[in-house]
């Protein structure tokens, strides 16, 4: 198999980690209510300000993931959750709970612009997306079925973040430490498709708002106004996450044989209906057939956008900027959902975030629909420059005739030999060839020719018969 075919599971485990602070908001929210002396608002605005520190980090490295590398990113990003998490789950003081919150968030921002920048350079990035969604989605439904069992502290769901972060940490040495993009094509100019990138953006931003708005609030529906326990509430949660990997499932069979337009537009419509249901639940049914058939159509939906993004910039910046868009209205989410909650009451939230989707819709169709023409790359020819290889003069000596039978070697011939060894250049100059030396054989009489000195030139004999001839009585 190729290696543009293979799943590059660094990225898919760091998408992965970037996700999951999202994935896991409503019980950091709930956890965060229960467990310290916050209001259920200010709760939903801490969990604000996190991803707000997400978001803002997607904004920030959008397109400096190529001048730090993916690899040294990635790192520093991991590092900053744990520490980040790991201080608000062990501490119970407020204003390093908020830092805590703050600094993990920023790396869990980190991550995901990361994953985000190498999925929009692969050959597939709905595949890669899908698989990260796949990730994000198993994981967080284990977590949502075993964190009640941990114990009430509000600092569990952190500490799951921060070890998950801790786990991935090793993968980021299979990153590359300089983007493909860096060493081979970098396209210049300016973004492409400015008008719908910025109109994807920022449909995205009140598309994520809307989504984050309810799951932000979600747990205190089922606890309060549906009467469930945390038990309940978390196996419910559990489940809608398992349909939601059963959703990516479908949508990367399908890929893009639907095209963009018709999964992410009738896709928002459908959220819409999920969102007035699950907001007006009163009972386990209402709850939970409203929790499943939302988070089935929301990783499907939201696989089809970050794709569509990728697709507009080989380089991965709108995958980036959307991504980071989407990030603040998730960001915004959960202190727009508790504050239209204490005011409106659930049911009334949910009939206006879903009259607010019905509107974005209608910009992300049209970008979805509108035909791209493929970018065309220009890859600049290194030239390598060639070092000189001098060219030596190799001084010949010149001997004199010799007549002499077979057999008639003296010993002061033996010892000329070793003079003209000795005054071989080939000592001084590595690029001399040593001179051959023949000794007459017993039995022929050999008739000594000196060679001329015209015969030789800077590297060898000019005329291959003179050498020829000259080779029966001496050779250099």
Known sequence: MSARTTTPWPLVALFTAGYLAAYLLPTTVGRLDAGLPLSATQAGAIGSVLLLSSASAGFLLASRVDRFGPRRLARAGLLLAVAGYGIAALSTALPLVVAGAVVGGFGSGTATTVAATGIAGRRDP??????????????????????????PAHGVPLAAIAV?????????????????????????????????????????LFWSLAQNSLWGVSGRIGLTQAGLDEVTVGAVFAVALGAGLLGVVCAGVLGPRLGGALPIGLGTVLIAGCI??????????????GEIAWNTLYPVVLSYVIGLA??????????????????????CGPLTGSLLSARAGYPAMGVVLAAGLLLVTVPMTLVARRPRRSQVVEIPVVEIPLAEIPVVDIPVPETAAVERTAGQVTGADVAGLADLLADSPSAEDPFARPPLVEIPVAGSPLDAVPAPREAYGTAGPRHTGAATAASAAEGV
Do not use: K, N
Request: aromatic residues 4%; without cysteine; positive net charge.
């Open 126 to 151: 709905h595949r890669v997306t899908t698989m990260g969604l796949l990730g994000v989605s198993a994981l967080a439904g284990a977590l949502y079925l075993t964190i009640p069992h941990l114990g």
């Open 276 to 289: 007035a249901l699950s907001a007006a639940a009163s009972d386990l049914t209402s709850f939970a057939t």
């Open 310 to 331: 990728a697709s507009m910039d080989r380089r991965g910046r709108w995958a980036v900027l959307v991504g980071s868009a989407s990030s603040l209205g998730t960001a």
């Open 164 to 204: 998950t972060a801790l786990l991935v940490l090793p993968l980021t040495g299979r990153l590359p430490a300089r983007s493909a993009a860096t060493r081979t094509v970098r396209p210049a100019g300016p973004l492409p498709y400015r008008r719908s990138g910025l109109l994807l953006a920022a449909a995205m």
